[in-house]
Every structure is written in C-alpha cells, then in structure tokens.
C-alpha cells in the first residue's frame, strides 16, 4: 500500500460510512506484515497473530456511524493481543459476535469460549486477547458515554457469554445485515437513528436489571419493524409469501407479527399488495415495459389472479392498468 493510501486509512476512516481493507490484491508473502500495520496498528491498536501455518488471508468492512463503529472480518486462524490497556482507551465497549467455529476471549482474569453465534462484551482498549479459528466475525464498539445512561454497571456485563439464541442478540443481527447497503443510510437523521437503535439494543442485551429504558423498548418494536419491512420488500414478488413464511423467517409467531404491522398502521396484506402494485405501476410506465402483456406484469410482480390485481390497481391509482398505460404512452 502507498504512504497515500496508509494515510488514508489512519486519517479518513473516522469520516468515512464505509471502508473495505483485504489481503487479497498483495503477494502472500506480504498479506500478514500488512495486516498488522494497516488493520492491528492503526485501527485495533493490537498485536496480531497467526494461529496457522497456511497463508494468511483476511478482509474486514468497516462502517462508521455516529457513535458506533461496525467491523465485519473474515480472517484465517488468528489472535489479537494487547499486553497493557491502550493510552487512549476510553472507556468503549466491543460487543464482538462469533460468526463461525470457535473463539476464545480472555480479558481481566477471565476466558470465555465462544461457540458459532455467540457473542462476548470487552472493553475495547484494554490488555487482553480474542483467539478466532479460521472463519468470520463480527463486532460493534460503542461509547461508554452512549451505553452509561442506559445500564446501571457499564463494566458489569463485560466477559459474560451471551449465547447465539438470545433473542435481543438474534434481533440486533438482523438488524444489522441491511446497514451494509449505504443507500440506506443516506441522511444524517438516519445514521443517527440507526445508532441509537443499536446503543438501546446492545445495552438491552447486556443488563441485569430493570433500568432497560423506554427507549428500549421503542427500540425493540422498531428494530422488529424494519427487519419484517425490509424482508417483505425483499420477497414481495414471490407469490407464495405469506404472514406464516415472514413470522418465521424473523423468529416471531404469526400473531405478534400481524399485531406488530398493525401497530404501525399496515397490515401484512396492505403492505404486501402496497409493494407489488408499486412495482407494477413503474414496470407499466417504462417504455421498455409497454410491449408486455399486463397479466404478465401482474404475475411478475406477485400476483396470481389477474382480475384481483385489476381491482387493486384501480382501486390503488384510480384506473387500470390498461387506461395507466395509455395515458403514459399520450406523454411521451
């Protein structure tokens, strides 16, 4: 990597929503001396070894939010150290999840071992060690000052397992999956929101006690509610989907997820419908789109009976299909 690029990395990654470091574009004999400097000297502050004798490979995304870094690696079998607490800790919590094989975390006299799923909350900055065997990982660093409001203890939770079928845990990892895509995150207010929901889950996550602020709790329902939201308008177009599909998909019962959808003003029904009549209205505005049959716009998009969609469509747009179309060919 160039002194340009080193600079990059240790100067911009705090400004930056996205930022993607690999091994793979630099010949094998370099790939571990480079990831010590430009990932475990300059972004973990920790020493790094190799637990392998194969070649070693890694790659991380780094996303910055306000308030919470998000690190999503795939590495082969290593170890990161640290023999005294950094300089410049202050205070972060590192919730990190096991995504594959084992871990083992050992921090302040203690060791946990980490089975595929499970998670450990460190402090971030001080001496200790995360042994991963060759897989991924995932881990988020939150502020002491965002999680303090929120839990009695901030040090109390630290180096407990928490195992993969917690349901706060199984929550906060769906909810993180979309945060890759940045066009979700497009806005300030966004970013901040998203941050906010992950500080009031990852500290949900972490107490021992009733302090679990509304907040919270609002958290919750709204982490929920986009995790169905973004699941349906992933799977709209399949004409099978239903309540009971989405329900389990989220790990949720179909009645809490019909209450769920309602509570926001929607049903399961309106929402789906809402989303295929969308999509099916922009494909019959598209000139590409005009030669195509209707009925097969309407099975494309979800729908299987094609009068049903008729029906919604004008009901939806004030017109049919067949009249939304010729008035956009009238404005070409």
Known sequence: MSETGKRQTSECLPELATFRLSTDK??????????????GEK?????IEPLSDLPFHARSTLRTLPGLHAFSSTTS?????????AADAD????????????????QRGREVKLRPGDAVAVHHRSAGSVSFAQGSYFALVVPRAELAP????????????IPRDDSTLRLLRSYMRPLWDELRLATSDLRSMVATHVHDLVAMMLSRDSRS??????????????????YVATH??????NLEMVAHAQGVSPRYLQRLLE?????????????????????????????????DIALEVGFSDISHFNRLFHARFGDSPTGARAQARKSV
């Open 77 to 85: 079998a290593i170890r990161f150290r640290r023999t005294h607490d």
């Open 236 to 241: 709209f177009e399949d004409p099978g989907l």
């Open 150 to 161: 929120r839990l009695s203890n901030v040090d109390e939770p630290t180096m407990q397992p």
């Open 263 to 295: 509570s926001s003003g929607t049903s399961f029904t309106a929402q789906v419908n809402e989303l295929r009549l969308q999509r099916a209205f922009a494909l019959l505005m598209e000139p590409a789109a005009r030669p195509r049959l209707i009925s």
């Open 26 to 39: 630099f010949p094998a004999q370099h790939r571990l001396s480079m990831w010590r400097e430009e990932f």
């Open 43 to 47: 972004i973990l502050r920790v020493d």
């Open 91 to 106: 205070g972060s919590i590192a919730l990190i999840i096991n995504m594959t094989n084992d871990c083992i975390a050992t």
């Open 213 to 230: 602020s509304e907040s919270s709790a609002s958290a919750v329902v709204a982490t929920r509610l986009a995790a169905v939201l973004n």
